[in-house]
Protein backbone atom coordinates (compact mmCIF):
# COMPACT_ATOMS: atom_id res chain seq x y z
CA UNK A 1 0.00 0.00 0.00
CA UNK A 2 1.52 3.14 -1.03
CA UNK A 3 1.05 6.39 1.21
CA UNK A 4 1.72 10.02 0.62
CA UNK A 5 4.52 11.71 3.17
CA UNK A 6 5.14 15.06 3.35
CA UNK A 7 8.56 16.63 2.23
CA UNK A 8 10.18 19.98 2.63
CA UNK A 9 13.16 20.69 1.57
CA UNK A 10 15.02 23.58 3.61
CA UNK A 11 17.32 25.77 1.15
CA UNK A 12 17.01 26.07 -2.42
CA UNK A 13 20.03 26.52 -4.35
CA UNK A 14 21.59 24.17 -6.67
CA UNK A 15 21.72 21.05 -4.29
CA UNK A 16 18.25 21.95 -3.25
CA UNK A 17 16.88 21.28 -6.73
CA UNK A 18 18.44 18.15 -7.22
CA UNK A 19 17.03 16.94 -4.30
CA UNK A 20 13.43 18.23 -5.58
CA UNK A 21 13.80 16.66 -9.10
CA UNK A 22 14.89 13.77 -7.10
CA UNK A 23 11.63 13.16 -5.15
CA UNK A 24 9.64 13.66 -8.30
CA UNK A 25 11.21 10.91 -10.01
CA UNK A 26 11.09 8.29 -7.40
CA UNK A 27 7.37 7.06 -8.17
CA UNK A 28 8.72 6.67 -11.89
CA UNK A 29 11.95 4.76 -10.71
CA UNK A 30 11.23 3.10 -7.70
CA UNK A 31 7.27 2.18 -7.75
CA UNK A 32 7.17 0.03 -5.39
CA UNK A 33 8.66 2.33 -2.39
CA UNK A 34 5.34 2.68 0.29
CA UNK A 35 6.12 6.38 0.75
CA UNK A 36 4.92 8.76 -1.88
CA UNK A 37 6.53 12.10 -1.67
CA UNK A 38 4.54 15.11 -1.47
CA UNK A 39 6.06 18.55 -1.89
CA UNK A 40 4.60 20.43 1.46
CA UNK A 41 7.01 23.13 1.90
CA UNK A 42 10.03 24.85 0.89
CA UNK A 43 11.81 27.73 2.61
CA UNK A 44 15.17 30.13 1.52
CA UNK A 45 16.00 33.13 3.47
CA UNK A 46 16.97 34.65 -0.56
CA UNK A 47 13.76 36.95 -1.40
CA UNK A 48 11.68 35.12 -3.60
CA UNK A 49 13.87 32.45 -4.55
CA UNK A 50 11.13 29.92 -2.20
CA UNK A 51 8.19 31.30 -4.10
CA UNK A 52 9.91 30.74 -7.43
CA UNK A 53 10.61 27.16 -6.51
CA UNK A 54 6.72 26.10 -5.34
CA UNK A 55 5.67 27.84 -8.41
CA UNK A 56 8.06 25.39 -10.47
CA UNK A 57 8.05 22.01 -8.54
CA UNK A 58 4.50 22.08 -7.51
CA UNK A 59 5.37 23.26 -3.12
CA UNK A 60 1.94 23.74 -1.48
CA UNK A 61 3.99 26.39 0.65
CA UNK A 62 6.77 28.68 0.59
CA UNK A 63 8.80 30.63 2.92
CA UNK A 64 12.02 32.49 3.79
CA UNK A 65 11.77 31.10 7.83
CA UNK A 66 12.94 27.41 8.11
CA UNK A 67 11.54 27.16 11.51
CA UNK A 68 7.93 27.91 9.86
CA UNK A 69 8.96 24.04 8.14
CA UNK A 70 9.81 22.72 11.36
CA UNK A 71 6.27 23.72 12.96
CA UNK A 72 4.33 22.19 9.62
CA UNK A 73 2.52 18.72 10.83
CA UNK A 74 2.23 18.17 7.71
CA UNK A 75 5.88 17.81 6.58
CA UNK A 76 6.88 14.12 7.84
CA UNK A 77 10.54 14.50 6.33
CA UNK A 78 13.56 17.34 5.64
CA UNK A 79 16.35 17.92 3.13
CA UNK A 80 18.31 20.39 4.50
CA UNK A 81 21.29 21.59 1.59
CA UNK A 82 21.62 25.28 3.65
CA UNK A 83 24.44 26.25 3.85
CA UNK A 84 27.35 24.30 6.14
CA UNK A 85 27.43 26.35 9.13
CA UNK A 86 23.49 26.48 9.27
CA UNK A 87 23.70 22.36 9.34
CA UNK A 88 24.03 22.10 13.34
CA UNK A 89 20.70 24.40 14.05
CA UNK A 90 18.67 23.68 11.65
CA UNK A 91 19.13 19.93 11.30
CA UNK A 92 18.76 19.77 15.48
CA UNK A 93 15.70 21.61 15.50
CA UNK A 94 13.87 19.84 12.84
CA UNK A 95 14.85 16.46 14.85
CA UNK A 96 13.55 18.10 18.14
CA UNK A 97 10.49 18.63 15.75
CA UNK A 98 9.75 15.11 14.89
CA UNK A 99 11.09 14.95 11.10
CA UNK A 100 13.45 12.80 9.45
CA UNK A 101 15.97 14.55 7.69
CA UNK A 102 18.36 13.78 4.50
CA UNK A 103 21.00 16.29 4.88
CA UNK A 104 24.01 17.32 2.70
CA UNK A 105 27.37 16.31 3.99
CA UNK A 106 29.64 17.36 5.77
CA UNK A 107 26.40 17.84 8.23
CA UNK A 108 28.18 21.00 9.73
CA UNK A 109 31.59 22.43 10.32
CA UNK A 110 32.56 19.94 12.65
CA UNK A 111 32.76 16.82 14.08
CA UNK A 112 30.78 18.05 17.28
CA UNK A 113 28.29 19.31 14.94
CA UNK A 114 27.75 15.94 13.09
CA UNK A 115 27.25 14.34 16.37
CA UNK A 116 24.37 16.93 17.46
CA UNK A 117 23.11 16.26 14.53
CA UNK A 118 23.16 12.81 14.81
CA UNK A 119 22.36 12.28 18.51
CA UNK A 120 19.13 13.99 18.11
CA UNK A 121 17.70 12.06 15.57
CA UNK A 122 18.92 9.12 17.84
CA UNK A 123 17.19 10.84 20.60
CA UNK A 124 14.06 11.50 18.42
CA UNK A 125 13.68 7.67 17.37
CA UNK A 126 14.10 9.27 13.46
CA UNK A 127 16.32 8.52 10.20
CA UNK A 128 18.55 10.13 8.11
CA UNK A 129 20.82 10.06 5.19
CA UNK A 130 23.59 12.20 4.10
CA UNK A 131 24.76 13.21 0.94
CA UNK A 132 27.58 10.60 0.05
CA UNK A 133 26.35 10.18 -3.31
CA UNK A 134 29.33 8.95 -4.83
CA UNK A 135 28.96 5.26 -2.66
CA UNK A 136 25.86 5.07 -5.01
CA UNK A 137 26.72 4.47 -8.25
CA UNK A 138 26.10 1.24 -9.49
CA UNK A 139 30.04 0.51 -10.22
CA UNK A 140 31.06 1.65 -7.00
CA UNK A 141 28.62 -1.13 -5.79
CA UNK A 142 30.31 -3.60 -7.63
CA UNK A 143 33.66 -2.69 -6.87
CA UNK A 144 32.98 -3.01 -3.24
CA UNK A 145 31.58 -6.35 -3.95
CA UNK A 146 34.67 -7.29 -5.70
CA UNK A 147 37.22 -6.36 -2.96
CA UNK A 148 34.60 -7.90 -0.20
CA UNK A 149 34.79 -11.63 -1.73
CA UNK A 150 38.64 -11.36 -2.33
CA UNK A 151 38.79 -10.87 -6.00
CA UNK A 152 41.85 -8.48 -5.21
CA UNK A 153 43.33 -10.58 -2.99
CA UNK A 154 44.42 -8.71 0.62
CA UNK A 155 44.01 -4.99 -0.66
CA UNK A 156 47.60 -3.12 -0.33
CA UNK A 157 46.70 0.61 -1.06
CA UNK A 158 44.26 2.54 -2.00
CA UNK A 159 44.37 5.65 -4.11
CA UNK A 160 41.39 8.30 -3.83
CA UNK A 161 41.39 11.34 -5.69
CA UNK A 162 39.07 14.53 -5.74
CA UNK A 163 39.90 17.46 -8.43
CA UNK A 164 37.71 20.08 -9.75
CA UNK A 165 38.59 23.51 -10.67
CA UNK A 166 35.48 25.13 -9.42
CA UNK A 167 37.46 27.43 -7.35
CA UNK A 168 40.49 27.87 -9.34
CA UNK A 169 39.52 31.47 -11.24
CA UNK A 170 40.65 34.26 -8.81
CA UNK A 171 37.45 36.42 -9.60
CA UNK A 172 35.25 32.58 -7.78
CA UNK A 173 33.07 34.47 -5.51
CA UNK A 174 34.08 35.05 -2.05
CA UNK A 175 31.29 33.27 -0.93
CA UNK A 176 30.29 31.65 2.12
CA UNK A 177 32.41 28.93 1.58
CA UNK A 178 35.23 30.56 1.38
CA UNK A 179 34.79 31.35 4.85
CA UNK A 180 35.82 30.10 8.07
CA UNK A 181 33.21 30.26 10.25
CA UNK A 182 30.08 29.56 7.28
CA UNK A 183 32.24 27.46 5.19
CA UNK A 184 34.18 25.28 7.49
CA UNK A 185 37.05 24.01 6.53
CA UNK A 186 36.55 24.57 2.81
CA UNK A 187 38.16 21.47 0.37
CA UNK A 188 38.15 18.94 3.13
CA UNK A 189 34.34 19.40 3.85
CA UNK A 190 33.38 19.60 0.46
CA UNK A 191 35.71 17.25 -1.15
CA UNK A 192 37.45 15.33 1.03
CA UNK A 193 34.65 14.17 3.08
CA UNK A 194 33.42 12.20 -0.40
CA UNK A 195 37.02 10.84 -0.09
CA UNK A 196 36.80 9.64 3.66
CA UNK A 197 33.18 8.10 2.82
CA UNK A 198 34.53 5.87 -0.17
CA UNK A 199 37.71 4.84 1.81
CA UNK A 200 35.25 3.51 5.04
CA UNK A 201 32.48 2.35 2.10
CA UNK A 202 35.37 0.70 0.13
CA UNK A 203 37.66 -0.41 2.68
CA UNK A 204 36.69 -0.36 6.41
CA UNK A 205 37.58 1.90 9.14
CA UNK A 206 40.84 4.43 8.59
CA UNK A 207 42.80 3.85 11.86
CA UNK A 208 45.28 7.08 11.12
CA UNK A 209 46.56 9.47 8.95
CA UNK A 210 48.63 12.74 8.51
CA UNK A 211 47.73 15.07 6.27
CA UNK A 212 49.21 18.40 4.68
CA UNK A 213 46.93 21.81 3.24
CA UNK A 214 47.52 24.82 1.91
CA UNK A 215 45.51 27.54 0.46
CA UNK A 216 46.85 28.56 -2.90
CA UNK A 217 44.53 31.17 -4.33
CA UNK A 218 44.16 33.86 -1.17
CA UNK A 219 42.27 36.43 -2.02
CA UNK A 220 39.23 36.67 -3.78
CA UNK A 221 36.30 39.56 -4.90
CA UNK A 222 33.06 39.85 -1.95
CA UNK A 223 30.14 38.96 -4.11
CA UNK A 224 27.34 41.79 -4.21
CA UNK A 225 24.08 39.64 -3.79
CA UNK A 226 23.07 36.10 -3.58
CA UNK A 227 25.59 33.60 -4.83
CA UNK A 228 24.06 29.77 -5.77
CA UNK A 229 26.54 27.46 -7.02
CA UNK A 230 30.21 28.61 -7.77
CA UNK A 231 29.51 32.29 -8.98
CA UNK A 232 32.02 34.99 -10.79
CA UNK A 233 32.27 38.13 -8.82
CA UNK A 234 33.92 40.98 -10.39
CA UNK A 235 34.47 44.61 -8.72
CA UNK A 236 33.92 43.63 -5.85
CA UNK A 237 35.63 44.73 -2.71
CA UNK A 238 38.90 41.86 -1.57
CA UNK A 239 38.57 39.44 1.22
CA UNK A 240 40.75 36.85 2.16
CA UNK A 241 40.63 33.28 2.05
CA UNK A 242 40.40 31.49 5.28
CA UNK A 243 39.76 27.71 4.57
CA UNK A 244 41.95 25.21 2.33
CA UNK A 245 41.92 24.50 -1.00
CA UNK A 246 44.18 21.63 -1.06
CA UNK A 247 44.73 18.94 0.94
CA UNK A 248 46.36 15.53 0.74
CA UNK A 249 46.60 12.57 2.84
CA UNK A 250 48.33 9.44 3.88
CA UNK A 251 45.49 6.86 5.52
CA UNK A 252 46.31 3.85 7.24
CA UNK A 253 43.61 1.74 7.68
CA UNK A 254 42.85 -0.75 10.35
CA UNK A 255 42.75 -4.32 8.27
CA UNK A 256 46.53 -2.98 7.85
CA UNK A 257 46.23 -0.90 3.78
CA UNK A 258 47.72 1.99 3.20
CA UNK A 259 46.29 4.92 1.25
CA UNK A 260 46.75 8.07 -0.54
CA UNK A 261 43.44 10.51 -0.54
CA UNK A 262 44.32 13.92 -2.54
CA UNK A 263 41.34 16.78 -2.92
CA UNK A 264 41.51 20.17 -4.47
CA UNK A 265 39.20 22.79 -5.51
CA UNK A 266 41.83 25.06 -7.27
CA UNK A 267 42.93 22.45 -9.67
CA UNK A 268 42.96 23.98 -13.53
CA UNK A 269 42.24 21.78 -16.26
CA UNK A 270 40.14 19.26 -13.89
CA UNK A 271 36.43 18.84 -14.47
CA UNK A 272 35.38 16.22 -11.55
CA UNK A 273 38.31 14.33 -11.88
CA UNK A 274 36.86 11.78 -8.74
CA UNK A 275 37.90 8.65 -8.47
CA UNK A 276 40.27 5.92 -6.95
CA UNK A 277 42.31 2.52 -7.33
CA UNK A 278 42.68 0.17 -5.24
CA UNK A 279 45.37 -2.24 -5.04
CA UNK A 280 45.81 -6.01 -3.79
CA UNK A 281 47.79 -8.80 -3.62
CA UNK A 282 46.57 -10.86 -6.63
CA UNK A 283 44.98 -7.65 -7.99
CA UNK A 284 43.62 -4.36 -8.66
CA UNK A 285 40.26 -2.31 -9.47
CA UNK A 286 39.78 1.06 -10.92
CA UNK A 287 37.02 3.63 -10.84
CA UNK A 288 36.79 6.67 -13.09
CA UNK A 289 33.23 9.23 -12.01
CA UNK A 290 33.51 10.99 -15.07
CA UNK A 291 33.00 7.54 -16.66
CA UNK A 292 31.14 6.56 -13.94
CA UNK A 293 29.37 3.20 -15.50
CA UNK A 294 32.34 1.54 -16.09
CA UNK A 295 35.22 -0.49 -13.81
CA UNK A 296 38.61 -1.20 -15.27
CA UNK A 297 39.43 -4.76 -13.30
CA UNK A 298 42.46 -6.58 -13.23
CA UNK A 299 42.44 -10.14 -11.26
CA UNK A 300 44.06 -13.38 -11.48
CA UNK A 301 47.09 -15.44 -10.59
CA UNK A 302 49.24 -13.63 -13.08
CA UNK A 303 50.46 -10.77 -10.74
CA UNK A 304 53.07 -9.16 -13.32
CA UNK A 305 51.83 -8.12 -16.65
CA UNK A 306 48.09 -9.07 -15.64
CA UNK A 307 45.66 -7.81 -18.09
CA UNK A 308 43.52 -5.12 -17.03
CA UNK A 309 39.18 -5.57 -18.50
CA UNK A 310 36.57 -2.92 -18.39
CA UNK A 311 33.46 -4.23 -16.64
CA UNK A 312 30.12 -2.23 -17.07
CA UNK A 313 27.47 -1.66 -14.33
CA UNK A 314 24.21 -3.43 -15.39
CA UNK A 315 21.30 -4.93 -13.46
CA UNK A 316 22.52 -6.01 -10.78
CA UNK A 317 24.97 -3.54 -9.58
CA UNK A 318 23.08 -1.74 -6.86
CA UNK A 319 20.21 0.01 -7.74
CA UNK A 320 21.36 0.13 -11.96
CA UNK A 321 18.02 -1.87 -12.46
CA UNK A 322 15.70 0.69 -11.86
CA UNK A 323 16.98 3.44 -14.33
CA UNK A 324 17.65 0.89 -17.40
CA UNK A 325 17.60 -2.82 -18.62
CA UNK A 326 21.11 -3.85 -19.75
CA UNK A 327 24.40 -2.70 -19.17
CA UNK A 328 26.52 0.10 -20.11
CA UNK A 329 23.24 2.77 -20.50
CA UNK A 330 24.91 5.84 -18.91
CA UNK A 331 23.56 7.23 -15.67
CA UNK A 332 24.43 10.48 -14.13
CA UNK A 333 24.60 12.51 -11.29
CA UNK A 334 21.03 13.04 -10.41
CA UNK A 335 20.29 9.52 -10.61
CA UNK A 336 22.82 9.07 -8.00
CA UNK A 337 20.81 11.92 -5.70
CA UNK A 338 17.53 9.99 -6.61
CA UNK A 339 18.98 6.64 -5.12
CA UNK A 340 19.71 7.94 -2.58
CA UNK A 341 16.19 9.65 -2.05
CA UNK A 342 14.90 6.33 -2.45
CA UNK A 343 17.57 4.60 0.23
CA UNK A 344 16.40 7.51 2.49
CA UNK A 345 12.90 6.93 2.21
CA UNK A 346 13.28 3.31 2.37
CA UNK A 347 15.20 3.58 5.99
CA UNK A 348 11.98 5.47 6.97
CA UNK A 349 9.31 2.96 5.47
CA UNK A 350 11.10 -0.15 6.72
CA UNK A 351 12.65 1.26 9.54
CA UNK A 352 16.06 -0.16 9.10
CA UNK A 353 19.42 2.24 8.06
CA UNK A 354 19.75 2.39 3.97
CA UNK A 355 22.69 4.16 2.48
CA UNK A 356 24.18 6.68 4.17
CA UNK A 357 23.47 7.65 7.82
CA UNK A 358 24.83 10.79 10.25
CA UNK A 359 26.80 8.08 11.72
CA UNK A 360 28.87 8.11 8.52
CA UNK A 361 28.75 11.77 8.42
CA UNK A 362 30.04 11.82 12.09
CA UNK A 363 32.93 9.31 10.96
CA UNK A 364 34.10 11.32 8.22
CA UNK A 365 34.13 14.72 9.91
CA UNK A 366 36.19 13.10 12.89
CA UNK A 367 38.91 12.20 10.00
CA UNK A 368 38.49 15.85 8.50
CA UNK A 369 38.52 17.19 11.70
CA UNK A 370 42.24 15.23 12.29
CA UNK A 371 43.40 16.17 8.53
CA UNK A 372 43.54 19.63 9.99
CA UNK A 373 45.15 19.40 13.25
CA UNK A 374 47.70 16.78 11.61
CA UNK A 375 48.31 19.13 8.83
CA UNK A 376 48.28 22.06 11.95
CA UNK A 377 50.94 20.06 13.64
CA UNK A 378 52.78 18.23 11.33
CA UNK A 379 52.20 14.59 12.79
CA UNK A 380 50.22 11.32 12.24
CA UNK A 381 46.68 11.50 14.08
CA UNK A 382 45.14 7.97 15.55
CA UNK A 383 41.21 7.78 14.95
CA UNK A 384 41.09 4.73 16.66
Known amino acids: MVSTFGIAVVGFGWMGRVHTQAYTRLPHHFPRLSLRPELVAVADEVPGRAEEAAGQYGFASATRDWREVAADPRVRAVSVTAPNFLHREIGVALAE ?67 SDYAAHPEGALSWRFERERGGSGVLGDLASHGVDLARHLLG ?87 MGELRVSRGGDYQDQPVSTLYAGPGHGEYGAFQPGAATSMGYDDLKVIEAYRFLRSVAEDTPYGATPADAVASAVALDAMARSAERGTWVSLV
Open 97 to 163: AGKHLWIEKPVGLTAGDARAVAGALDTAGLHGAVGFNYRNAPAVEAARELVAAGEMGAVTHVRIRLL
Open 205 to 291: EIAALTADTAVFVPRRPRPTGATAGHTRATGGESGAVENDDYVSCLLRFTSGARGVLEASRVSAGEQNNYGFEIHGTTGAVFWDFRR
